[in-house]
Structure formats: structure tokens, C-alpha cells
């Protein structure tokens, strides 16, 4: 009889079931037993180690459920007479659970891998900072689906601002909101302010601003119903820094490093935001202690040889005028239109030459001509070394993988 068959089917689940859960409970005691070895006395421990030998009995000889049921039973009240659950065991585990895993991110963020996010466009186009593009308005925005996936994979955000009444750009007001998130306060003629997530200025060789990569300026018309500025803002990559194997080997020339900025004078006088105690650059490691450096645009030598390597060859792949997959060489002038305060110090004319000290490093950008490096500060000291870029996680777009 078919029903016949399901119904004894049914009835071998339920004690399947039964015998594990009595299993755990055998399990449990055990563990109790082994953790409060110095707690329990001579006799409660003889009595649930006696119970738990019955129930595992009961179990392991396959023996009716009534049996296993009472074995059961029995353990249970001698647990709680002997080793009684904490009332808020449920909560404290939960707590435990949580608190071990902070502490195992901690150790894996300070000693193995670390996050950091690029803001600057001074390693472009091998690491993109936070990028700007202009969105003209025959161009309609994607659907919201859209947007979500691109916001997901390449972390793409759009941004508009429209004024409805005819108006002027009085003022430009850079707004910082959780400590890290960058807007912009537009402030208009006519009273109306509009706010944007993007950034005011841009970074170290960066385009994500509104000043220049959305083509924003005070005193810019508006005409009724035209967009403030509109386009989109992507995020800039997201890297795993290897913290491990520069405590078992030196850093070599051709990394993509990262090092803290604290003690660099040049750096800390010029560049460091005065909030913020300490700032990461990353850029490429050119020179080794004790290397003597020079730049014939666009190329870089290294103890007068050329210097050789993947990443130094495809640097140099490129010049100003013709640029090669975004790459324009290495840049050793103070050409127009740079900003005063990063004006080159060293390796300013082909014929000028940089000898790395022996307690330091020199770093040198990819994206040269829009990069504040140890040409303008000098060296990177040893101590200051962080790691090496390991790999982009995030967005998922054309960078994503080893950093190179």
C-alpha cells in the first residue's frame, strides 16, 4: 500500500531526526564536561558523564524513541541542576560571535590586507581617482535599473541641478557631510541654493569637480529650465593593500605603493588637509635607495639606463602631444598652468639628477604631468611605507583585478 509506505517513511524521519537532536545534546555535554572540568565537582561530574554514556548508547544501538526520549531526559535535568544555561546564554553568544569578528578584521587589516579607496588622478590611467563627465542634455539619463546596476558595478552616481527662473551662479561652497562624503552647495542670484554630490575641487590630478570636469563657474548664466550643470561622477577605484610582504622582503622598483604621508614636509606643508592627521598617497616606486634618477620627457632613467619594467615602458609609451592608451610620458618642467604649490623642486631640466638617499625611496606618478610626487617633495621615507597595491576589488569595470 502506497499510503502504508508514507506513512512508515514518515514516522523513520521523525526518529531520524530525534537521534541527531539527541546526539547534539550528547555533544553539548561533553563540551560542558571539558569547560568546566575545574568547576564541576567529582560527583556531577560522574553523573553527566554516566548520563551521557546512556543517551549516546540509546543512540548509537538504534533503541526505540521512548528510550532515547527518557536518556534524553535525564541529561537534561542533570545539566541544569549542574550546569545551568546562563538566561541571556542566547545573547552573549551572539555578542561573542560578533566581538571575535571584529577582532579577526582587525588583525587582518593591520597586518595582512587593507582597504583604500583612490581619490586622485596622479596614477591614471593605471588606478582612476574619482572621475567627472559632462551629460549633454540631448543625452537622456539611463532608467532607474539602470542606474542601479551602474551604481552597484561601477559605482556611477548622475547628478543634475535645473533652475526654473532665469538666474546667475553667485557662489560655490564645498559641503563635507559623515566625514567623507563631498558635495557642492550651489548658491544662486535669486536666493535658490541647489546641492550636488561632487565634489568643489578636485584632487591631486583629478577631474571629479564641478568646477572643471562639469564645466561649473561663478557668474555662469542660467537660462529658465536649463540645467545648473548635469553628468555623472565615478567613484574612484577601490584597492587591497598588501601590509604582509614588506615585512619579509624590500619593496622593489616598479611597485605600486602605498605610504603615509606624516613627516613629509612638503607634503604636509602644501597638499595635507589640516583636519586630517595623516593622508595615504599611492604611486609607482621609481627609484631605490642610493638610485640616481633623471627625466629626458618622456622617458626616465635610472642609473643612467632606461628604466625597465612593465609599468615604467607603458608610462613611456606615450608623449604630451600624443598621449598612448592615456599615457604621456614622465615630465620633468614646470609647464604652464601647473599649480605653484606643486611646482617641480627636483628633476626639473633632462640634464638634472636625483640621487635617492639610503633611508628613503622616490615616487613618481604614472599620470606624470598631473602629479604631485617626490619630485616635488623629495623621498619617502622607509618608515612610512604601508604596502603594495595588490588588486582593484571595486568597481567592477576595466581595472578591476592586479594592480600592474
Known amino acids: 500500500d502506497p499510503h502504508f509506505r508514507l506513512e512508515i517513511g514518515e514516522v523513520e524521519h521523525v526518529a531520524a531526526v530525534f537521534r541527531h537532536e539527541a546526539d547534539l545534546l550528547a ?31 540509546a543512540v548509537r544501538t538504534k533503541q526505540p524513541q521512548s528510550e532515547v526520549e527518557a536518556a534524553s531526559g535525564r541529561l537534561e535535568k542533570i545539566l541544569h541542576r549542574h550546569a545551568p544555561l546562563p538566561t541571556d546564554a542566547s ?27 583612490i581619490p586622485t588622478g596622479s596614477m591614471e590611467p593605471t588606478l582612476n581617482g574619482i572621475l567627472g563627465h559632462p551629460l ?8 532607474f535599473f ?22 546667475r551662479v553667485e557662489r560655490l561652497v564645498p559641503v563635507k557631510r559623515f566625514r567623507f562624503m563631498d558635495y557642492t552647495r550651489i548658491e544662486c542670484a535669486s536666493g535658490r541654493n541647489y546641492t550636488v554630490h561632487a565634489a ?15 564645466g561649473l563657474r ?38 605600486v605603493f602605498v605610504f603615509r604621508t606624516t613627516g613629509i614636509h612638503g607634503i604636509e606643508v602644501n597638499f595635507t588637509d589640516p583636519d586630517v592627521r595623516s593622508q595615504f598617497y599611492i604611486k609607482r616606486l621609481a627609484g631605490l635607495p642610493n638610485d640616481t634618477l633623471r ?30 592608451d592615456g599615457y604621456s610620458g614622465y615630465a620633468n618642467m614646470n609647464y604652464p598652468g601647473r599649480n ?62 592586479k594592480v600592474r
Do not use: C
Open 136 to 143: 549633454p542634455r540631448n543625452v537622456a539619463e539611463p532608467n
Open 295 to 324: 627625466i629626458d620627457a618622456p622617458r626616465l632613467f635610472i642609473n643612467d639606463e632606461l628604466a625597465q619594467g612593465y609599468g615604467f615602458e607603458r608610462v613611456m609609451s606615450g608623449t604630451q602631444q600624443a598621449p598612448h
Open 27 to 57: 555533544r553539548h555535554s561533553r563540551r560542558v564536561i571539558h569547560h568546566r572540568l575545574d568547576l564541576l565537582g567529582a560527583t556531577p561530574r560522574t553523573e553527566i558523564e554516566k548520563a551521557t554514556d546512556e543517551l549516546e548508547a
Open 218 to 255: 561663478v557668474g555662469k548664466p542660467i537660462e529658465a529650465g536649463e540645467p545648473i550643470l548635469r553628468g555623472y561622477i565615478d567613484t574612484g577605484d577601490q584597492v587591497f593593500v598588501d601590509k604582509f610582504t614588506y615585512h619579509f622582503r624590500r619593496p622593489r622598483r616598479g611597485d
Open 340 to 401: 605653484e604649490a606643486s611646482s617641480f623642486h627636483f628633476l626639473r631640466t633632462p640634464e638634472e639628477t636625483f640621487r635617492v638617499p639610503d633611508d628613503g625611496y622616490f615616487a613618481l606618478g604614472d599620470n606624470s604631468y598631473n602629479s604631485s610626487d617626490s619630485r616635488v617633495w623629495g623621498k619617502v621615507p622607509q618608515n612610512n611605507i604601508v604596502g603594495r597595491g595588490l588588486w582593484v576589488y571595486w568597481p567592477l569595470g576595466s581595472h578591476w583585478g
Open 200 to 214: 568643489l575641487t578636485g584632487y591631486d590630478g583629478g577631474t571629479a569637480n564641478v568646477r572643471n570636469a562639469l
Open 146 to 167: 539602470s542606474r542601479a546596476f551602474q551604481s552597484l558595478a561601477l559605482g556611477r552616481t548622475y547628478v543634475e541641478a535645473v533652475s526654473p527662473v532665469a538666474d
Open 91 to 117: 545573547w552573549r553568544e551572539n555578542v561573542e560571535v560578533i566581538l571575535v569578528a571584529i577582532v579577526l578584521a582587525v588583525a587582518l587589516r593591520a597586518y595582512f590586507v587593507q582597504p583604500f579607496r
